[in-house]
Every structure is written in structure tokens, then in C-alpha cells.
Nanobody, 122 residues
């Protein structure tokens, strides 16, 4: 079992930056693919980025490409999502997830955090 806890959300003005953290416990994240998803009110959960452990391949949604960056700190067993040039449409609850492969589909991830709220004001 992997337990995931997100942090770092908050209120930021458009054009600003935030860094989200996803701290894991229970098992090391080495060998797990990691994903970040977000859900806006009244909308379905949306894929943002997936990072495969093997092969070093990363997939970004077009809506965040060039603005968001995923990274890992294996020593801290933590994954980060650096978000720059934030837009009001980036508002939502952000979730990290761990799974066996870097899928774009939420259903492929068995482990999820509780989410952290990001609000971008215009």
C-alpha cells in the first residue's frame, strides 16, 4: 500500500506560481509511475501529467505544457508539481496518484491522495 498526501495548494493571482508536493509513505515511489490530475467544480477529473519510472518518459496535457513541470525527490519519497504562469482555468482540486504505468487514464492508478485546492484569481 502507498499512502499519498498532497500539499502546497492555495490562492494565487493569475500569472503566479505554486509548487505542489505529494509525499508518499508505506512504500518507496521508486518503480511507480506518478500522475497528477485535477478536478474543477462540476467537471470530470482531468489528466495533467504522467511520469513513468522506467524510460524517463513524461506526458503533459496540452493545456499545461510549457507551464507545469513534474519532478521527484527520491530521498524524500516525494513528487512535485511546479506550476508557473497560472491561469484562472487552472483552478481545481489537484490530486497525485501512483500506479504501475504512466497512464493518462485515472482508472489506471490504484493509489490517490486526498487532493489540495488550487484557486487562481483573475
Amino acid at each position: 500500500q502507498v499512502q499519498l498526501v498532497e500539499s502546497g495548494g492555495g490562492l494565487v493571482q493569475a500569472g503566479g506560481s505554486l509548487r505542489l508536493s505529494c509525499a508518499a509513505s508505506g512504500r518507496t515511489l521508486s518503480g511507480y509511475a506518478m500522475g497528477w490530475f485535477r478536478q474543477a467544480p462540476g467537471k470530470e477529473r482531468e489528466f495533467i501529467v504522467a511520469d513513468t519510472w522506467s524510460g524517463g518518459i513524461t506526458y503533459y496535457a496540452d493545456s499545461v505544457k510549457g507551464r507545469f513541470t513534474i519532478s521527484r525527490d527520491n530521498a524524500k519519497n516525494t513528487v512535485y508539481l511546479q506550476m508557473n504562469t497560472l491561469k484562472p482555468e487552472d483552478t481545481g482540486v489537484y490530486y497525485c496518484a501512483a500506479g504501475p504505468s504512466g497512464s493518462l487514464r485515472a482508472a489506471q492508478y490504484p493509489y490517490w491522495g486526498q487532493g489540495t485546492q488550487v484557486t487562481v484569481s483573475s
